[in-house]
């Protein structure tokens, strides 16, 4: 009872929770395929997203190559798209990967700008990077930068106050020493 029992259009059966609707049915097959739905027929006929599927039906899954992938909407338990968990964890980590690509960009985007300021370059100052803060990998931080977790000019702040910390005792004039009038009558 808590289950459905549907079919695709090769003959071969699925089995998703009760309730469930096209969008799930097209996870259950193929994540790429959920991504890129854009429609689907039921027992040859075009049916909304959030319509149940009951027992014994045929599901056709229509997508488009251009399809931009899921939406926002999809994940709202309030409008019925998705009812299985399975694909809801699926459309969720679809928005992780764009947001983590997106916020990479623009964090490379900006550390780099601010790194010009410095005349450097990123792959110069990684090792740094990766002492100074906290993270795993240069991508991480890269992806910190682009979330807005830490900005590009506080980074190139804290370089190029290590910079100047490296360069100071190289340039600085020794000290003076003062020496024992004693000691110089001594020679």
Not at 12 to 20: H, P, Q, R, S, T
Not at 73 to 102: I, M, S
Not at 111 to 121: A, F, I, P, V, Y
Not at 125 to 148: C, K, M
Request: proline share 5%.
């Amino acid at each position: 009872q808590d289950q459905v029992f549907v079919y695709t259009p090769r003959g071969e059966i699925k089995d998703l929770l009760a309730g469930a609707t096209p969008l799930d049915f097209a996870f259950r097959i193929h994540t790429d395929i959920g991504y890129s739905c854009v429609g689907a027929k039921v027992n040859g006929r075009l049916v909304a997203p959030t319509s149940d599927l009951q027992n014994g039906d045929v599901i056709e899954i229509m997508t488009s190559r251009s399809s931009r992938g899921p939406s926002r909407d999809w994940l709202n338990p309030a409008l019925g798209f998705l009812k299985t968990h399975h694909a809801r964890v699926k459309v969720r980590q679809w928005f992780r990967r764009q947001e983590r690509t997106e916020n990479l960009a623009r964090g490379r985007a900006e550390l780099e700008k601010e790194l010009r300021r410095l005349s450097l370059k990123l792959a110069e100052v990684e090792e740094t990077l990766l002492e100074t803060y906290s993270y795993l990998s240069v991508d991480d931080l890269l992806v910190a930068i682009g979330g807005g977790e830490i900005t590009a000019h506080d980074i190139a702040l804290q370089l190029a106050s290590l910079i100047i910390a490296e360069e100071a005792p190289a340039t600085a004039p020794p000290p003076l020493s003062v020496a024992n009038p004693r000691e110089r009558d001594a020679t």
